[in-house]
């Protein structure tokens, strides 16, 4: 992994990001295939030929979290922009901005982590927004392996950082002290009366101009946990069971261990921790993780998606195979939709499994009639299996597994040379890639350098002038010689 060597001094630069790619002979990655901007090219950060690790397979382990939290307007967002190196979140002088928390991986000397910006924490207030961001702020903070408090440089303490300061206190977990907008050598020199709200030396950065941000990097590094060492023993699949809470996420993982493992209630949010919970069916193992809840009771009327997200992507974090869990009752949800989503966008595999299935009154042709609705609904995401069970009767929860154990091994298969250029042949001779003002656009190639997801390497003379329509196309026609239902596609095209 890089490290960010270019993450100082220089001031945000919209202009530097989100170009979808140059005239550089670079690679081009095609991550997504899911929505309206499916196909998303842009040009991959290495050097060199394309490197597969055949059927080696790294066991995934979840990632910590890091919590960015304050008062209003101390500049959370703009280090959060400046750790990540993009515009993720959006940035105002106008406090209270953040109005959906935001989390994205970031990567610092070797280790990755979670980074969540959450929105300015007002303790005590009676004002109903502020009540629901320090809520959601509250939930960060017990999601957090490590803590980063934001206040302003530029400001004297006050009362509601004074509370904050507690609050973190008693948390008893890392805790940084950041002291943002110190953009100048005498502002950086004021910064130590910060310690009197009892969190250890300040840090004096600086969002804006880049000061010290490596230095926070390094502190947050060093506060995280040890880094989880998979068991290279473990042959396990891990599979995540996610999905809105009081969907019967618990209940399917207690069918199909055969014991009340997970505290179940029809109140959503129950259950009290994510558990991982081993086991053998037909002559493999694996290990189901049920991601339903929270680690201490608290509200979360308000909350749900902000948490249900949360804990969902440091699910798919250390699983193989998602279960993206619904109920008959409420159909596809644009909530249900987007964990799907967000399950596609890690390159996992998944199935859907639409539970509750005894409380639909049905007929021979229920099932078909629901599969024609839900396909509508997934769109791009079609090729994703679905199973209906009853995890309060017993139906069909057992073969979540079997479906689970089927996209794996999909997930590892390799195939040869000759097939994948059997069909790049079939597939060009069907439709050509568009010429570019009247030059040719050949794809001579293809490879598949690596699993997890399958990864496939088009090889083109000219691979920037790929267009977005034609990367479907090769995507279905991948789709359609071979059996990828439940996998997510990789598909990457280079200079040759």
């Not at 070797?110 to 303790?123: A, K, S």
């Not at 805790?175 to 020199?189: E, G, P, S, Y």
């Not at 010290?212 to 590094?221: E, R, T």
């Not at 207690?254 to 959503?268: K, P, Q, T």
């Amino acid at each position: 992994m890089k490290k960010h060597n270019n993450l100082y001094g220089k001031k945000y630069d919209q202009k530097h990001v989100d170009k979808p790619y140059n005239n550089s002979d670079d690679e081009i990655d095609e991550y997504d295939e899911v929505g309206a901007q499916a196909y998303d090219l842009s040009y991959a950060q290495t050097d060199g030929p394309v490197q597969g690790d055949g059927f080696a397979h790294a066991k995934r382990t979840s990632l910590p979290l890091v919590a960015i939290v304050g008062r209003p307007n101390v500049g959370k967002s703009s280090l959060f922009n400046r750790f990540l190196k993009r515009r993720f979140a959006v940035v105002a002088d106008t406090p209270g901005v953040t109005r959906d928390r935001n989390y994205a991986t970031c990567e610092w000397t070797g280790r990755e982590f979670y980074l969540i910006d959450t929105g300015g924490m007002i303790p005590n207030s009676e004002n109903h927004f502020d009540q629901k961001v320090m809520h959601q702020a509250e939930m960060a903070v017990a999601e957090a392996d490590v803590i980063v408090f934001v206040v302003d440089a530029q400001a004297v303490v006050v009362a509601v950082d004074e509370r904050i300061a507690q609050f973190l206190q008693r948390t008893n977990k890392p805790a940084i002290l950041a002291a943002n907008k110190a953009d100048t050598d005498v502002q950086a020199m004021e910064v130590y009366e910060l310690q009197r709200l009892g969190l250890g030396d300040p840090l004096a950065v600086s969002a804006a101009a880049g000061r010290n941000i490596g230095d926070l990097l390094d502190s947050i590094v060093a506060a995280l946990p040890p880094e989880k060492q998979p068991d290279p023993k473990d042959d396990s699949i891990r599979v995540a069971v996610i999905g809105r809470p009081n969907v019967g996420k618990s209940s399917l993982v207690n069918c199909i261990l055969g014991a009340e493992r997970n505290i179940v209630s029809d109140v959503a949010g129950t259950t009290i921790d994510a558990i991982d919970s081993p086991c053998n069916f037909e002559g493999q193992r694996y290990t189901l993780v049920d991601t339903a809840g929270l680690r201490r009771k608290m509200k979360v009327t308000e909350d749900i998606e902000f948490y249900t997200n949360l804990r969902a992507a440091r699910a798919l974090d250390a699983c193989d195979v998602a279960l993206v869990v619904i109920d008959a009752q409420d159909g596809l949800t644009s909530q249900d939709k987007r964990i799907l989503q967000q399950a596609n966008s890690t390159r996992r595999g998944m199935a859907l499994v639409v539970n509750k299935w005894d409380m639909i009154d049905k007929d021979s042709k229920t099932a078909d009639r629901m599969t024609v609705d839900l396909h509508d609904k997934l769109g791009d995401l079609k090729f994703v299996p679905i199973i209906y069970v009853s995890a309060l009767e017993g139906i069909r929860a057992r073969k979540t597994l079997n479906i689970a154990r089927e996209i794996y091994k999909r997930s590892a298969h390799k195939y040869s040379v000759s097939e994948l250029n059997d069909l790049l042949q079939n597939a060009t001779g069907r439709r050509a890639p568009a010429s570019d003002r009247g030059k040719e656009v050949r794809l001579t190639y293809v490879s598949q350098p690596e699993v997890f997801p399958p990864t496939f390497v088009f090889f083109c003379n000219r691979p920037e002038k790929i267009q977005k329509s034609y990367i479907r196309f090769l995507a279905n026609r991948l789709r359609e010689r071979f059996d990828f239902e439940g996998v997510p596609l990789r598909i990457k095209f280079k200079k040759k």
